[in-house]
């Protein structure tokens, strides 16, 4: 062993070590590998810099944007509920349609990108179904890695295994070729899962920050008295309010009313639009009514305007809350607002919000809210936009935003861009399996064309990208070209050889198979395939054997990258969601990666015979 080598695995464990310790973060021993590689003289800092040039790193951080861009337009949402309707509150059904669903996606595009778009997703059900996300994002990762089993273009090992044995001059592998490993290696994958989710964290969250309970809109219904106020009519044909203006009905001064938002459009496709003076109200308009002064009673004003009343309930409010936003707020004690009413502040034209609610110390009021004289305080109910709540909650100088209810966490800000964005994930996901274009630019496209629609702007596109899981991985990447040029690769090789050339066949794919998958803890699996593919072939040589037994268990070797976080993006993207330890994945992956090598051993000769 040389000096040079010695350096390198001794940077090597180094960092292992700190990852097994958690000490420091993850992303800062990635730097401190970026620094210190080239203070060995083994490799430039150009070449240790080399991995944020790398096509595969900035194909990431574009799947990234496009898994945002799922988000806000409800299309993860959508998963979300399919995966929830399927399953139920049941976690076992959960983690078996989220692997099966992830695998398949995943055999057709590339795994990190199915990771990245699913993501948020699976945190939205682990929230929604109260269960540690750390119990789902696992089965995730490993269902993404064994994707990568399931077709030739799943993975880019399985492509770098293909063109070693064209490079031979050998017929390559068929599209499904891997199929036949790929799915009884998920089926083994979900029934373990099924078992270790348990060493993962407790059953449902334990941080008191997931614990603390905020209010449901339904709730709010109730703590400020809406029943008695809130009321929802609709405008049929022939009503006298068909065809007229706001302005003209002035219904605040005659009847005490208040328009707090009109539903418009065909029942499918309805819409809320906000109430101006100038609004024309239209046969079949849906009215929500706040009733704060009640000059003439509700009977008498349904029967004035030959309006139809419809239910209003908590869960009308859930069911729009993409269009209807609710905010408790307070007066503090500076505010200019204290003294006056709400309708002298002209609250709602300044802040585009209804005030729909108001209590004094814990009293609710049920009428005559808007003439109230407010106080030091007070709290407010208001009403409106979700856009005109956020820009009340950057401000607080006037009123501090105290509480956000439950279901602005499924608010959409671009719910009705959905079919654009899938619309451009499918030509994403056509490109990249066609392989017109190299994946990294059909992401690329893909991110331009969300942008250009408004299915995501810059700032939630920055925001979108995980930089720590980025900056390890391009921390670990310059390893591969150090043990290359150090010749640690080639000892490696070397001394397979002379240990099991002359062993019997199934024990020298069970001995690649686990060498392979020892190199893929530290470097990439796509790097382990590139080092390893030469020296299956090369064993089966010597051996007089079939080259493909061999060259399928390297691939299957490089996807079985479940023992580090650093074995694979995959991994690393889903530390930081699922508040992982290196260790977890070291007691997780290390019985699945054996589990995976016995069902390779006893099934690629099965399939693929040793004979030439």
């Not at 309805?270 to 308009?285: F, H, K, M, N």
């Not at 399996?433 to 190299?438: E, M």
């Not at 699922?578 to 069902?599: C, Q, S, W």
């Amino acid at each position: 062993m040389t000096v040079d080598l010695a350096l390198v695995l001794g940077l090597l464990l180094a960092a292992v070590v700190m990852f097994a310790a958690n000490r420091p973060r993850m992303d800062v021993v990635g730097l401190l590998m970026i620094v210190a590689l080239p203070l060995t003289g083994i490799i430039s800092a150009h070449e240790a810099l080399a991995g944020f040039a790398d096509p595969n790193i900035v194909l990431i951080a574009a799947l990234f944007v496009i898994g945002e861009a799922l988000v806000r337009t409800g299309v993860a949402q959508r998963m979300g509920d399919l995966l929830i309707a399927r399953a139920g509150q049941s976690e076992t059904r959960l983690i078996v349609l989220l692997m099966i669903m992830v695998a398949t996606i995943g055999s057709v595009m590339s795994s990190t990108g199915v990771v990245a778009i699913f993501i948020p997703i699976v945190l939205r059900v682990a929230r929604k179904a109260a269960i540690a996300p750390a119990r789902l994002l696992m089965p995730l990762s490993v269902a993404a890695l064994i994707s990568g089993m399931m077709t030739l273009v799943a993975t880019a090992p399985n492509l770098v295994v293909q063109g070693e044995l064209l490079r031979h001059g050998l017929e390559g592998f068929g599209f499904f070729a891997f199929s036949p490993f790929g799915v009884p290696v998920l089926a083994i994958a979900i029934l373990y899962m099924l078992f270790a989710r348990r060493l993962l964290a407790p059953a449902r969250p334990a941080d008191p920050a997931e614990r603390r309970h905020r209010p449901r809109l339904a709730e709010w219904v109730e703590d400020y008295a809406l029943q008695a106020r809130e009321y929802r009519l609709r405008v049929p044909a022939g009503s006298p309010l068909d065809g007229r203006v706001l302005r003209d009905l002035d219904l605040r001064a005659s009847a005490g009313i208040n328009i707090i938002a009109i539903e418009r459009g065909p029942r499918f496709a309805r819409r809320l639009i906000r109430p101006q003076a100038e609004t024309l109200l239209e046969s079949g308009d849906v009215l929500m009514l706040d009733v704060f002064r009640p000059l003439v009673t509700i009977d008498e004003i349904v029967a004035r305007y030959g309006l139809e009343r419809l239910p209003l309930t908590g869960r009308y409010f859930a069911d729009r809350r993409q269009d209807i936003g609710l905010a408790e707020v307070m007066v503090p004690a500076t505010s200019p607002l204290i003294g006056k009413t709400v309708v002298e502040a002209r609250f709602r034209t300044r802040h585009d919000l209804a005030v729909i609610g108001l209590r004094h110390g814990r009293k609710a009021l049920a009428e005559d809210v808007l003439h109230q004289r407010l106080a030091s305080g007070d709290t407010l109910l208001v009403s409106g936009p979700w856009r005109a709540i956020r820009k009340l909650r950057e401000d607080q100088g006037e009123l501090v935003v105290l509480e956000l209810p439950v279901e602005m966490d499924d608010v959409l800000p671009a719910g009705d861009r959905a079919p654009l964005a899938l619309g451009i994930l499918a030509l994403v996901i056509g490109l990249m399996v066609s392989g017109l274009v190299a994946n990294v630019v059909a992401a690329l496209i893909g991110c331009l064309l969300l942008g250009l629609c408004r299915c995501i702007d810059m700032n939630a596109a920055y925001r979108a990208i995980h930089w720590q899981s980025l900056v390890l991985i391009v921390g670990m990447l310059p390893f591969s070209l150090a043990l290359q040029k150090t010749g640690g690769i080639a000892l490696a090789a070397d001394g397979f050889i002379a240990l099991f050339g002359d062993a019997g066949p199934r024990l020298a794919l069970a001995a690649l198979f686990a060498l392979t998958a020892g190199l893929g803890l530290f470097i990439s699996n796509t790097a382990t395939a590139v080092l390893m593919a030469p020296v299956a072939l090369a064993i089966a040589g010597e051996m007089g054997l079939s080259p493909y037994p061999f060259a399928m268990t390297v691939a299957l070797a490089a996807s079985t990258a479940f023992i580090t976080p650093v074995s694979s993006p995959v991994n690393t993207l889903v530390v930081g969601p699922g508040n992982y330890r290196f260790g977890d994945f070291v007691k997780v992956g290390t019985p699945l990666a054996v589990l995976t090598l016995i069902a390779s051993t006893v099934l690629v000769p099965l399939i693929l015979p040793f004979s030439p």
